[in-house]
């Protein structure tokens, strides 16, 4: 059974720094296609970004409002997949999914910018 | 602002056939397939149909889906009230090099 466990989440000012994670289980993190979906408080789906597998070269897309601060990797020896989010911005709160094909979601992590 | 327009919210009463329009452009939908996705308060998003019109393992044949040019729908046919959530379309905008999602509709069954 797949199961993706994310964490991390937690109330930083803005300006600051964080590292959420998506623990794996049930499939190989780095053989699949994953992608980080973000959902403010009482708004729709967010597209954050993607990572492609190691074997199509690992290569990451992401969204213009968080690209240059938002970094995603894996690594491989925890089966987990990370997303570095740094110079939040209060507009990035929201709860934070990971997700890959074909519909295996996390239960979230939420992300709180408040100074 | 979503790049993918889809109403606010919609309603039915038990029974009843909604529809849950999504409009978007050529660069999205007038190019990639659609994915609707259920999602109820505080969980996750389920995926209910993909490639437009194709359904998941499990979703009732209740829900249905189509495309035409720049714009897809979800029907949901004898509507439960266990089908009230809110819903989402997604697609790949080649512009933007990304995934867009509508704004989400929020599904009321009376």
């Known amino acids: 059974e797949v199961q993706l466990v994310e964490s991390g989440g937690g109330l930083v000012k803005p300006g600051g720094s964080l590292r959420l994670s998506c623990v794996a289980s049930g499939l190989t993190i780095s053989n699949d296609w994953m992608t980080w979906v973000r959902q403010a408080p009482g708004k729709g789906l967010e597209w954050v970004g993607r990572v492609k597998t190691k074997a199509d070269g690992g290569t990451t897309d992401y969204a213009a409002s968080v690209r240059g601060r938002f970094t995603m990797s894996w690594e491989d020896s925890k089966n987990t997949l990370y997303l570095q989010i740094n110079n939040l911005k209060t507009e990035d709160a929201a709860v934070y999914y990971c997700?890959?094909?074909?519909?295996?979601w996390g239960q979230g992590t939420l992300v709180t910018v408040s100074s | 602002q979503s790049v993918l327009t889809q109403p606010p919210s919609a309603s039915g009463t038990p029974g009843q056939r909604v529809t849950i329009s999504c409009s978007g452009s050529?660069?999205?939908?007038?190019?990639?397939?659609v994915n609707w996705y259920q999602q109820f308060p505080g969980t996750a998003p389920k995926l209910v149909l993909y490639?437009?019109?194709e359904r998941p393992s499990g979703v009732p044949d209740r829900f249905s889906g189509s495309k035409s040019g720049t714009s897809a729908s979800l029907a949901i046919s004898g509507l439960q009230s266990g089908d009230e959530a809110d819903y989402h379309c997604a697609t790949w905008d080649d512009s933007l090099n990304g995934l867009v999602f509508g704004g989400g509709t929020k599904l009321t069954v009376l």
């Open positions: 490639n437009n019109s």
């Open positions: 050529s660069s999205n939908i007038g190019k990639n397939a």
């Open positions: 997700h890959t094909s074909p519909d295996y």
